[in-house]
């Protein structure tokens, strides 16, 4: 075990614990292993406990454990774990790993919770536990097995997130030109997480839909058809237009049918497209919505690297974690209370399936768009500073400079630029940080040369050169 990790406990909230664990990586390195900070666990465990028939028991909630009593856990050699319990009785207890000094809070009130978090280091077969007194001999234990086992899991359904480099290229400087853009709204069965599915509605099969990018004075021809195996009537209203519905008057298209919608982009800005067929929210949360950015006629600024993002709510009516294929939840929606936020469709789109790549010395520009439903987003880059950021999306105003977080509403959107000068995983959050336990989390991998002069493990900078 190379170090050693404290071990650390919270109540009630549960999930900020990670948050303290494994520090940023040296400047000197540029090995995307060792430099990646873990904020989040690489497994995580839910434990409700429970006093009935069999004596005092810890029951798994969710994925693989859901409904097993004293599950067996099985994680891989140096994985960061967490596992949270929730007191689902009434009596006081606790939950410990001696072996990796891990021990919680005591939950004593039914509702309450606390976790452990833990790096796996030993590969072996080590007990777990309830430390107050008689509850471990009344059954309250069971084991974990570490080592033996692959750390990711192979997706089981198809990947419905877009890639955050899959964006057309820069117009550059003409003169206003007409399109013509294809949509096809398309119901598809994705995966939303590892191990669990969700029957998406979409733009063009993938989530968020495809980047539109016009200039300013362009005219636009938008043919929205609709598959002819959807259930459900769909839809465009599109931000960036000036007309009733932003077109959803004139596009709700049944499926198997086609509707058009012609319109003339009279400002600048990147703009939020969505479904706006009834019931929206409904629409929107499954993931119908997309960017289109109406450049202006110079263009922007040059940048080395674009990426496209989106933010989005599902409401399940499986809890989060939960395996298997999961239903839309109309009551959690009108509550807003999803169980996961997720950037471009899914969990893990941006840091297991498409993370973003740029190297030591390349300017990253994102076009970060909220599809909401409900949330507005605290849009943050930590470990960066956001050279200029382009406020509301607005491009006939100038951009903000040096700016660290920048809220994002519903409907709404931004572009932000920043240089990168230090190697290492930089990770897109929306700094409402109990969402990243749902979900939201994006990485940027950045190679190349560190500068010793910007950011040193050691206590001078500019020392130990590299
Ligand atoms: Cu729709």
Known sequence: MSRRFGTLCVRGSLALVALLLAPMAPAATTNLEKSAAAYRPDVSYTFKTRIGREGMVFVGAGGDIDGVVNPTLKVPLNAIVQITLVNDDGAEHDIAVPEFKASSDHVTAKGASSAIVFRAGKGGTFDYYCTLPGHRQAGMQGKLEVGGIAAAKAPEAADVSRDPADLPGPIGKRGPQRH????????????????????????????????????????????????????????????????PGGGAAVTQAPPGDEKIVTFKALKTGLYVYHCAT??????????????????????????????????????????????????????????????????????????QLHPMQAKVGETVRIFFGVGGPNFTSSFHVIGEIFDRVYTWASLDSAPLEAVQTVSVPAGGAVIVDFKLEVPGRYILVDHALSRLERGLAGFINVTGKGDASIYSPLPELGAGGH
């Open 278 to 351: 009834p019931m929206v929210a409904h629409h929107i949360a499954n993931g119908m919505y997309g960017l289109i950015l109406v450049e202006p006629e110079a263009g922007l600024p040059k940048v080395d690297k674009e990426f496209y993002v989106m933010q989005g709510e599902l409401y399940t009516t499986g809890e989060f974690g939960r395996h298997g294929e999961q239903e839309f939840n109309v009551q959690k929606l009108l509550d807003e209370r999803p169980e996961y936020f997720v950037f471009n469709g899914a969990v893990g789109a941006l840091t």
């Open 180 to 243: 013509r853009f294809d949509l096809t709204t398309e119901e598809v069965k994705g995966r939303l997480a590892d191990g669990t599915t969700f029957n998406y509605w979409t733009f063009g099969g993938r989530v968020p839909g495809p980047f539109l990018r016009v200039r300013v004075g362009d005219t636009v021809e938008l043919r929205l058809k609709n598959a002819g195996n959807s259930r459900m009537i769909h839809s465009i209203d599109l931000h960036a237009v000036t007309g």
